[in-house]
């Protein structure tokens, strides 16, 4: 959990907060979120995802969409001795990263976010007060 405000240098690379590093281990996978963020997996997580994925009916059209969007967007980064990742442009692209970023610890993930695009938004969503109080009440959090 936590927001740290960090920004790709001009090789594309991003410094992953320490905090996040233990978790993601020196292997870890980038893909597109279901939001306009980056979503960044330990392997083991990534694991459990693709066991989840799997469970979708592929005669289903919409879901062989989904995979797609899943799979073609994952990418498998090593996290380097000063504990960057590089971003590839298309997933740069994806999110409009331009320089500066926002990263999330989101439960299982973490988050990249155009720092732009999370400040002109409510936690990368379109959330009232009353939306976040209805949300908590309905799931008792």
Known sequence: MGVYQNSIDAKNRLIVPAKFRDELGYKCVLTRGLDQCLVIYP????????????TLPRSDEKARAFLRYMYANAVECEIDKQGRITLPQYLKD??????????IGMLDRVELWSREIYENSEIGGK????????IGETYQV
């Open 43 to 54: 392997m083991s997580t990534w694991a459990e995802q693709q066991n989840k994925l799997a």
């Open 94 to 103: 994806i999110a409009e990263v331009q320089k500066d970023l926002v990263t």
């Open 127 to 134: 959330l009232s007060p009353d939306d976040f109080k209805k």
